[in-house]
């Protein structure tokens, strides 16, 4: 089978590719995008995994229009391509910000999409745009929706986390309570795996680990990879919000968004694909998280030889 990926050199690229390293049936061929394509860019491919876009900016530093040309632009044109080509499969990956920037329960498919930042807007509209397409026969298109990814290699909010722990910081955030999910690398490579030989008709799927956690576990999870005790630290979250605030201002580590997406609470079904695809992933939200702060202290390790 012959898979044109998309973002080859991205977290979720890389590992993808090391997931089907040692399988001889799977012949990875990375594809930078440009615009247009060139007639030929997908010729042989049975399957287009289009992961490359532009990652949500927690600094808020980033141009609005760049979303809309990387998650976007270059989404309906390599989509374009896909439907003029003989590949069955195209493969997107979307995002829960997509759907939702806050999440009131547990978000499922069947909530009606309101993101409220570029980033989620951008993703949107290229999911809209795929899904208004009419396919020729024998084609389909999965849009996955992924939560927080991580594994070993993930840069972003867990690093954060896991220099408070090292470092032996207490964490700072413990009196906020929330429950949100995860999603490891590994189950995320799984699905996909499943999906490049599927039946399934086109659809639109969230893709979390079964189990959510509190970012106070995730906190002993990171501490009991480096043996020791979680230090845990209540400041009145009112203090903190504050903080939070000013750092908007300032452009300080904490800000508002990064304050949320460590404490928000926010929820993610993965019920609908699981039950389609009739699979049970390989780890538990906790066993991916131990990997991944396993990674982290194997890191530092090598840092301070």
């Known amino acids: ?11 979720v690229g890389s590992s993808l590719t090391s997931f089907f390293k040692d399988k001889p049936e799977i012949n990875m061929m990375p ?60 493969i997107f990956m979307s995002s829960v910000k997509a759907a939702a920037d806050a999440v009131d329960g547990v978000l499922t498919e069947k909530t009606l999409p309101n993101p409220q930042t570029d980033y989620g807007k951008s993703k949107l509209m290229a999911e809209e745009y795929i899904q208004k397409q009419e396919l020729p026969e024998g084609k389909s298109y999965y849009i996955l929706r992924p939560c927080m990814i991580h594994g070993p290699g993930n840069k972003g909010n867990l690093n954060l986390l896991y220099g408070f722990v090292k470092k032996g910081l207490p964490y700072p955030l413990a009196a906020f309570e929330n429950r949100r ?61 504050s903080v939070a605030k000013l750092g908007d201002v300032l452009r300080l580590p904490i800000n508002t968004e990064r304050l949320n997406k460590l404490t928000e609470n926010y929820v993610v079904s993965n019920e609908k694909i699981k039950s389609l695809l009739g699979i049970a992933f390989p780890l538990t939200s906790r066993q991916g998280l131990e990997i991944t702060a396993r990674s982290f202290a194997k890191n530092y390790r090598n840092l301070v030889k």
């Open 1 to 11: 089978m012959k898979i044109i990926l998309t973002g080859a050199s991205g977290f």
């Open 31 to 90: 594809l930078s995008i440009r615009t247009p394509l060139a007639a030929d860019a997908l010729k042989g491919a049975d399957c287009v995994i289009h992961l490359a876009g532009k990652a949500h900016d927690l600094k808020r530093s980033s141009n609005p229009a760049e979303y809309y040309t990387v998650n976007f632009e270059l989404t309906k044109n390599l989509f374009d391509a896909f439907i003029k080509s003989d590949a069955k499969k195209f």
């Open 181 to 241: 999910s995860f999603l490891s690398i590994e189950n995320l490579c799984s699905v996909i795996e499943k999906l490049m030989t599927s039946t399934m008709a086109s659809d639109v799927f969230q893709v979390a680990d079964d189990d959510a956690l509190s970012t106070n576990d995730v906190v002993g999870i990171l501490a009991d990879s480096l043996g020791k005790k979680p230090r845990l630290m209540a400041i009145p979250a009112p203090l903190i919000e």
